[in-house]
C-alpha cells in the first residue's frame, strides 16, 4: 500500500467520515465534479487570507484559490466588510441596486472591447449567453471550439474535455479544432462556416494546462471567425486575473464578445458578457430581440464583492503575483532536478501547471503522468498543500515571498515522498 495515500487517511479521517456521509446524498460525494478526489476529498470548515483548515483541524496554503476566484485569498476583509454590510441591508429584491451599475463601469472602464456588459450567476451562464447572443446575432446555430478547452459545463461545451461524452451531447451543435494550430481552425470555417455562429477560444487554456495561447493564433481565429459571419468569444473567466485588461489587453485583441466569471465576484457565484454596443443591444426592452433574465442575476451581495475583488486587483499587485510565481517555478524546477525526476510546467502570470514529463504540453492535457501526479497531489495535500488535483496553481495578492518560499520547500518535501514511492 503507498505510504503516500496511507498518510493522507491517517491525516483526513474527519474528511474520510465526511465523504462517507455525503456519498450517501449525493454520489460521487460532491456536485462539484473538478472538487473531487480518491481515496476522499478533503471537508475543508474555514479559509483565512492564503490559508485554510480541514475538519482535523489541519492547515494548508491554497495554492488554487477556488479555481482561481478567490484572487484576494480568503475572508478579504475589504470584501468581508463590502458583503457584510450589503447581506444586512438585504440581499436581493426584483428590483435594480447600485452595485450592478458600479461593477459593469469598472469592468468596462478596464476591458477596451468590452462597451456593455450583463451579468450571470457563473463562468457557465455568461457560456450560455455569449451563445445566446451569437446566436440571435448571425441566425446560426453552431459553434466551434478548441479540443480540450472549457468553457463550463453546458452540453454543447463539454465535448472538448470530456470527448467520450461527444456521443450524446454536443455532437450536432459542436465543431472543434486544435489549439494553437490556426490552419485547423480555418478549415473548419471554410468547410462549415456558414452554419457556425460562434468561435470560443481562451486565450490561455486553464483547464487544459495553463497552455498559453499563441498570439498569432488567437489573431488568425479572430480574423477567420469574423470572415465567415460568426462571433469571435475570448473566454476570460480565468484569464482576466492577467491583467487589468484581461489576456486580450496583454496580446491587443478585440473579441466580439467577452466571457467573464471567478474574480469578477469577490468570491460569490458569477459571471458576465460583455461586448460591443450593437451585439448587446438584443436585449434593450423597448426593441427585443432576445431576453435574458435570472433570480439571482445582478444580485446586490455579489455585485459588492465583486466591485472590491476587481478594483483591488491592481496590475502592481498582478506583476507582483506574476513575480511570486515565477519565483515558485524556478524552485520546483530545481528541486525536481535534484530528486532526478521528469518535470515541465506551463506558467502564466501568477498561473502554473505542473507536470511530472519532460515536455509540458502546448495543445491541451496531453499528459502521461497521471499515476505521478495523482500521488504529488496526495503527497502535496500531506504536506500542507492545496492545489487543484491536474497541478495547477493559482496565486493570490496576499501571498508574498515568506509564503512562496515555505511553498517551495513543502513542494519540494513532497517531490522527495513521490520519488521515494517511485522508487
Ligand atoms: C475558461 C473557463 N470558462 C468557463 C468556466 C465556467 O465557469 P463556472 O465554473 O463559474 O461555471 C470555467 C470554470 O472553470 C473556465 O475555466
Known amino acids: 500500500m503507498s505510504d503516500i495515500i496511507e498518510t493522507y487517511k491517517k491525516n483526513t479521517r474527519r474528511s474520510a467520515k465526511a465523504d462517507e456521509r455525503v456519498k450517501r446524498s449525493i454520489i460521487g460525494g460532491n456536485s462539484r465534479g473538478a472538487a473531487v478526489w480518491q481515496p476522499h476529498t478533503l471537508t475543508v470548515e474555514r479559509g483565512e487570507g492564503s490559508q485554510v483548515f480541514d475538519a482535523d483541524g489541519r492547515e494548508y496554503t491554497d495554492l488554487i484559490n477556488n479555481f482561481t476566484s478567490l484572487v484576494h485569498g480568503h475572508a478579504y476583509p475589504p470584501i468581508v466588510e463590502a458583503a457584510t454590510r450589503q447581506i444586512a441591508q438585504g440581499t436581493a429584491w426584483t428590483a435594480n441596486n447600485h452595485g450592478q451599475a458600479e461593477l459593469a463601469e469598472t469592468l468596462i472602464e478596464r476591458i477596451p472591447a468590452t462597451e456593455s456588459v450583463r451579468f450571470t450567476n457563473s463562468g457557465t451562464e455568461a457560456g450560455m449567453l455569449a451563445l445566446q447572443i451569437a446566436r440571435a446575432i448571425t441566425g446560426r446555430l453552431k459553434i466551434l471550439m478548441s479540443r480540450f478547452g472549457y468553457h463550463g459545463s453546458l452540453m454543447e461545451f463539454e465535448i472538448g474535455t470530456f470527448g467520450g461524452f461527444l456521443d450524446f451531447h454536443g455532437a450536432d451543435t459542436t465543431h472543434t479544432a486544435t489549439y494553437n494550430d490556426a490552419d485547423s481552425f480555418e478549415q473548419v470555417l471554410a468547410e462549415h462556416g456558414s452554419e457556425i455562429a460562434a468561435v470560443f477560444v481562451e486565450p490561455v487554456m486553464g483547464a487544459g494546462g495553463v497552455v498559453r495561447g499563441e498570439t498569432e493564433f488567437l489573431e488568425r481565429v479572430g480574423k477567420a471567425a469574423n470572415e465567415a459571419g460568426a462571433l469571435f468569444v475570448v473566454d476570460e473567466v480565468i484569464t482576466y486575473r492577467l491583467s487589468t485588461g484581461g489576456e486580450q489587453m496583454n496580446r491587443g485583441i478585440e473579441p466580439d464578445l467577452t ?130 488535483t491536474r497541478g495547477m496553481i493559482a496565486l493570490s495578492t496576499v501571498m508574498d515571498e515568506a509564503r512562496i518560499d515555505d511553498v517551495a520547500e513543502r513542494a519540494a518535501a513532497a517531490m522527495a515522498d513521490l520519488a521515494a514511492e517511485l522508487g
Open 259 to 388: 466571457m467573464l466569471g471567478k474574480l469578477i465576484g469577490g468570491g460569490f457565484p458569477v459571471g458576465a458578457v460583455g461586448g460591443r454596443r450593437e451585439y448587446m443591444k438584443i436585449f434593450d426592452p423597448t426593441e427585443p430581440k432576445s431576453f435574458h433574465s435570472g433570480t439571482f442575476v445582478g444580485n446586490p451581495v455579489t455585485m459588492a464583492a465583486g466591485v472590491v475583488s476587481t478594483r483591488e486587483l491592481t496590475q502592481e499587485r498582478i506583476d507582483t503575483m506574476a513575480g511570486l510565481c515565477d519565483r515558485l517555478d524556478v524552485s520546483l524546477h530545481s528541486s525536481a532536478r535534484k530528486l532526478g525526476l521528469p518535470f515541465s510546467t506551463n506558467r502564466e502570470g501568477s498561473m502554473l501547471n505542473v507536470f511530472f514529463q519532460h515536455e509540458a504540453p502546448t495543445q491541451g492535457p496531453l499528459r502521461n503522468d497521471e499515476k505521478e501526479i495523482t500521488l504529488f497531489y496526495l503527497a502535496a495535500l500531506n504536506r500542507g498543500l492545496l492545489m487543484a
